[in-house]
């Protein structure tokens, strides 16, 4: 099971007693919102694309839209989703229990720069029912991740100072 998988990579990190799993459905940002007793916007969707063939993570705020423009500047290439039938394969979890946590050899973790708003996030950690709150060094260092990107936009209606770049 995936959720194993992320338990097994979040005690190699010395974090797995903090993993929360709910009774309730944590699939979605709003559904793991409720289930943590957070803002939406401090969930910290991971986002799966194909890359030139190759499986990408993006980790960002829930509140957070991938820019086209940028994800192209970014990676050379336009941002296309991983099919969701073909997500689990790809990475290792299925959907609505992706998270940067366990996954499958060759896949790059980047985490976007929306999470930057935020000291504590919270990521899925392998199932539709878990997550785990982390500071963002933490999540950066347990994430294992290739770097920070800036491929997002924030919605028009975010408080002022808080556009990104």
């Known amino acids: 099971m995936a959720i194993e998988r992320a338990r097994a990579h979040l005690a190699r990190h010395g974090v797995a007693e903090r ?6 459905s944590s699939a979605t940002v ?11 916007r401090r969930i ?9 063939g190759d499986p990408v993570l993006v980790v960002a705020a ?13 990676f050379g290439a336009k941002a296309r989703m991983i099919p969701a039938a073909e ?12 998270c940067p946590f366990g996954v499958n050899d060759g896949v790059r973790v ?3 720069d929306s999470l930057r708003r935020f000291d504590t996030v919270f990521p899925a950690a392998g199932s539709g029912n878990s997550a785990i ?12 991740a290739d ?7 924030l919605p028009a209606a975010a408080p002022p100072g808080e556009a990104l770049p």
């Open 30 to 40: 709003e559904l793991a919102a409720l289930a943590v007793g957070t803002e939406p």
């Open 87 to 98: 997500v689990e394969d790809a990475v290792g979890h299925a959907v609505g229990g992706v």
């Open 147 to 153: 770097g920070w990107v800036c491929v997002t936009v």
């Open 19 to 24: 993993l929360i799993e709910t009774t309730e």
């Open 62 to 74: 829930g509140d957070a839209k991938v820019d086209n423009r940028r994800f192209r500047d970014q």
């Open 133 to 144: 709150e982390l500071g963002l060094e933490e999540l950066e260092r347990i994430a294992e």
């Open 110 to 112: 980047y985490l976007d």
């Open 44 to 52: 910290a969707k991971t986002l799966s694309f194909d890359v030139a």
